[in-house]
């Protein structure tokens, strides 16, 4: 099992820069991959920032440019730092790890970015 804790996030305006983080735990090694995903009131979940063990990122159209992922592969933690914040932007934002076929899910933080 793998344990994943999110921190940070909260209220800005438009315009402004947020950084959510996410530390796992448990059986953490050899944890493939890990990211965000977010969910907007009424909305579906999408992904949202992606990073792999050697370092590869991917990112949803919509953040590419303005959001930035990194991962710290000893600690096993990974953050994500969020520029030019839309209010379009607003979700609670789930940290994810994938582990062989599992993928673990935090509690998820809210982000609201307010006009």
């Known amino acids: 099992q793998v344990q994943l804790v999110e921190s940070g996030g909260g209220s800005e305006q438009a315009g402004g820069s947020l950084r959510v983080s996410c530390a796992a735990s448990?059986?953490?090694?050899?944890?493939?991959?890990m990211g965000w995903y977010r969910q907007a009131p009424a909305k579906q979940r999408e992904i949202v920032a992606t990073?792999?063990?050697?370092?590869?990122?991917d990112y949803a159209d919509s953040v590419k440019g303005r959001f930035t992922i990194s991962r710290d592969n000893v600690a096993n933690t990974v953050s994500l730092q969020m520029n030019s914040l839309k209010p379009e932007d607003t979700a609670y934002y789930y940290c994810?790890?994938?582990?062989?076929?599992?993928?673990?899910w935090g509690q998820g933080t809210p982000v609201t970015v307010s006009s």
């Open positions: 990073i792999f063990s050697d370092g590869r990122t």
């Open positions: 448990g059986s953490a090694d050899a944890i493939s991959s």
């Open positions: 994810n790890a994938v582990k062989g076929d599992t993928r673990y």
